[in-house]
């Protein structure tokens, strides 16, 4: 099995790359990238790579207390799978935070923004995918 197969943790052709969507008050958070150089200065919904015997939620559990430092708990998916190439995927789910309020340890700043703001911003391409679910969300909020 390739080293991408194993960390699908059974899936033999794929591995997930997981992103929350945290919203409050009306507004969703978004992170803004510090690297890799093609993506530094874009935003993103916070996450990173599921590793290997971890399920999803527990790999974006663990990323967003690594990146933002908060206690979160994932809950439903929103928007569509995004396929990156090479077997991987990039979902994203609905993040509650249970503690602790989000800091950029690892981007160069957090935003939190409404649906007027969401288009205003650079989003990177693959999250660009999941905007009108990301609007919908909040205009029911
Ligand atoms: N994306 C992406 N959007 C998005 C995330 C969280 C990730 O397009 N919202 C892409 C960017 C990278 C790949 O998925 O090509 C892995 O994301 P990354 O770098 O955030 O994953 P980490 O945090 O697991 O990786 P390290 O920085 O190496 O720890």
């Known amino acids: 099995m390739s080293d991408e197969a194993a960390r699908a943790g059974g899936a033999a ?3 997930e790359i997981v992103a929350g969507a945290i919203f409050r008050d009306g507004r ?11 993506l530094a200065g874009m935003w993103e919904l916070p996450g990173g790579k599921v590793e290997a015997f971890e399920t999803p939620q527990h790999a ?14 994932c809950g439903r998916r929103i928007g569509v799978d995004v396929a990156l ?13 249970l503690a602790g309020e989000p800091a950029a ?8 923004v409404d649906a007027d703001d969401l288009e205003k911003f650079d989003m990177v391409v ?8 990301l609007l919908t969300e909040l205009r029911r909020l």
């Open 126 to 133: 693959n999250d660009q995918a999941w905007i009108p679910d």
């Open 13 to 15: 052709d794929e591995y």
């Open 60 to 73: 974006l559990e663990r990323e967003l207390a690594e990146e933002l430092g908060v206690v979160v708990r």
């Open 85 to 97: 190439g090479r077997g991987r995927v990039l979902r994203a789910y609905r993040v509650d935070i």
């Open 28 to 38: 969703l958070l978004l992170a803004q990238r510090i690297r890799p150089p093609e």
């Open 105 to 112: 340890l690892d981007h160069a700043q957090l935003a939190w």
